[in-house]
């Protein structure tokens, strides 16, 4: 059974920067692809960040260029690096495999506010 555990998410002024940390209990080389989503009050979950087992990277149209994603097999941790955020980042992150499991951890708020 796959468990994710998020954290990093706080309050911060637009412009400003976060490193979100997704620890999860299975071995990253036995998970294709590994992604980070989002979702804010009202909307759909979204994937946002996607990167495979060779390291291979996706963003949405919306982060492209300010968020980055990356992962550490040795310690089974995917991290998503953001700047630049704006008032649109605030949301509830969430990790888990692309495709999408069943198993969702409980997230991380990223609150963008002046």
């Known amino acids: 059974q796959l468990q994710f555990v998020e954290s990093g998410g706080s309050l911060v002024q637009p412009g400003g920067s976060l490193r979100l940390s997704c620890a999860h209990s299975?071995?990253?080389?036995?998970?294709?692809?590994m992604g980070w989503y989002r979702q804010a009050p009202g909307k759909q979950r979204d994937l946002v960040a996607r990167?495979?087992?060779?390291?291979?990277?996706y963003y949405a149209n919306s982060v492209e260029g300010r968020f980055t994603i990356s992962r550490d097999t040795a310690k089974n941790t995917v991290y998503l690096q953001m700047n630049d955020l704006k008032f649109e980042d605030t949301a509830v992150y969430y990790c888990?495999?692309?495709?999408?499991?069943?198993?969702w951890g409980q997230g991380t708020q990223v609150t963008v506010s002046s």
């Open positions: 990167i495979t087992d060779g390291g291979n990277s």
């Open positions: 299975r071995s990253l080389t036995s998970i294709y692809a």
């Open positions: 888990n495999s692309v495709p999408r499991s069943n198993y």
